[in-house]
């Protein structure tokens, strides 16, 4: 279970209180169920002090949601993707708008990653910047407009143009890379539209983490897969 | 023993695959059994993913090697003072050389860490940084010349006046803040050093980490500090 | 008339279109007319491409905006103390909210100015900041809520405790260095406020630079300075 | 004459003492001359406070060594793209290794430079960087790796297969950008070698500024181009 496959709902914790700790256990715990009783893969970021525990309680692929382009050494304070690996992650986030890299460090982040055997969704505020970190031969991307993250308003419906001209564009430079999409992604049918043009996929927070009911929020989504 | 206490022997473990994963869980254990036997405070802060598991498995005190100045709430890839604090640290190293931050988040770093009862370790480079550490109002302050870092040659004996300059500046704008002094410790008389320049311990890390026996190195630094 | 005094009124150019390239020259003309007039010391500071021009056509002190920790050598890209002095400028402001520095390079930043002999004002976001930028010697000390700045809300009116809190801390580090405050001035009352709460001058931009009349608002300004 | 035209010889004078201030108008004056003598363009970046003055005096294109991705507003110590090209500067070195951009800034500072009309020079550290790059369109990639640069062991000698393999996957990516390569180049066979290996020009640095003679070597460096 802990393999990563597509299509993927992929969920970020960001540093929510609602998904730290004893609370990041829980909604992986959720994930899992879901996932079990749907074969939907759902893969859980949590914060990186959450790694190991998450990891160590559940069957769903584990992500970090940030590493750092170093090799072991000494760096103070940074994220060695060794040590992620060791703790349990299967893959990292790479470049979140939140969190956004030197262009030469994705590249380095996508390589070291790549090295230690971690899976890598970078993700990118266009269309553009898509293509180029496609250039980089990550495993996936994920095209995520900064405006809208957060808001409920759904991408993949407000704005399908964005997701449907990073499919065209990303294809052109790179026809393996997986594309996902996200920012806004609250609903089902968001989810659904998201597979329609052309992703595999998507990258949640918000509409998870701090819904009502996560559960029901993440069965909804793969429910909406196994629909497609 | 999860108390911090001085003096106090502080070791960073920065990305040393030595000290990375199970191998911090063994430098631990080592850690442990030195300040049992020699009731020195003997406090580790290994990789943010290695948090939880070393927390777990010992009885010394834990620090994050860094936290980010953020609160619960959007911020993918962000070290979260409560995160590390319910992983089980009780403290945090602040503005190494190898992850210096921006002036204003020092200081808020400084108070976020204080909110949720992390204590907080603050490095600087010289005798006047330190000084303006010392302004924020951390619990220590570390004093580290980051040309000697690594070296094995010792701020304390190659460069006492640096050591004794940062007790004096330090002094005349906070007279509570703790003081340390690191780079270059290898030797139980580099520790003697500088106690006698001041300071109530040190911040090491391949002195003890890169050693053949971490644990014959760092029972010579708690003998050193007992018989001071 | 290029030597800075004072009190002083520091007018920051920003990246605002009213005062950039030819309109930075025509605000550096109001200002000396102002400045002659009333023996108030007024100085501006350009952005960096309009250092050369503005300095080569004013009699009033120019300072730059921001300059980078660095020595002559291999650093593309980067803001030299000595290609500023060379240009015209006799001071620098350091480590404002919008382009803040790490707390080492506050301190090396000074240093290299220092040595190159450019005036530095050190910006800083609250008394604590302000006391620790305080430590590391510059000539003058700015304090600016970031939450105000901009606003049209006056620190030296509407948060008065903010600047007679930074005057007290920073004596007690460094009896010696000039204060001003800044954020929200638009009116000669705010700057005879800043000045009875014991700053020697104020840090301006949108006040003065966004204003309909710039040269009506710096004379409101020196004349609170030559009547206060 | 300030057309950019290819092929180009692109001079970064970095913040080299040999290159500031008055002695960036005397290498201003030197590349004039060998390019009115060989009609070869040659292109300057001086320092930012060096655009204007350096525009002032010399036929040849002036370029900035970086801008920010910022608009007029309230961006303090920024490079404004609008006050470079005011200034008198018809393009911009991006990305510079010494002055490396986050993904999603090299974006937007190709997107606001052709907003302004300046040529954009992105710069990469290796080929997949180069593609990186390319797929955000800028006018020009300059392929660098950083550990040749300012060796004098030519990137165009030592390693053919770094620049045509820049050049094979940047052509995949985008047919149309202009490539050139950099980093050791200090002879004329080395801007021969490049021009063999498909760029259409040179970025240097150390290799003129640093020269005994600067005219000697450019004009070694055009007729290379002349004779290619």
Do not use: W
């Amino acid at each position: 279970m802990s393999v990563v496959r597509t299509p993927i709902i992929l969920v970020n914790c960001k540093t929510y209180s609602e998904a730290t700790g004893r609370r990041a256990l829980e909604l992986a715990e959720a994930a899992e169920a879901v996932s079990l009783e749907t074969e939907v893969c759902i893969a859980l970021a949590p914060q990186i002090p959450d790694i190991a525990p998450v990891a160590a309680s559940t069957s769903i692929p584990v992500f970090a949601q940030h590493v750092d382009p170093v090799t072991p050494g000494s760096f103070t304070g940074h994220v060695l993707p060794e040590a992620v690996k060791e703790a349990g992650a299967v893959g990292t986030i790479v470049n979140h708008s939140e969190r956004r890299l030197r262009l030469a460090d994705v590249d380095a982040v996508v390589a070291r990653a790549r090295e230690v055997g971690l899976t890598t969704v970078v993700c990118a505020n266009n269309a553009a910047v898509s293509a180029a970190a496609a250039a980089l031969r990550p495993d996936m991307i994920a095209v995520e407009p900064p405006e809208l993250i957060g808001t409920g308003i759904p991408v993949s419906k407000a704005r399908p143009e964005v997701v449907s001209g990073t499919v065209d564009l990303v294809r052109r430079v790179n026809p393996d890379v997986v594309i996902l999409c996200g920012a806004g992604i609250t609903r089902g049918e968001d989810v659904a539209a998201a597979l329609h043009l052309g992703t595999e996929g998507v990258l949640v927070a918000s509409g998870v983490v701090k819904a009502k009911d996560p559960r029901e929020v993440l069965l909804e989504f793969a429910q909406a897969i196994t629909s497609a």
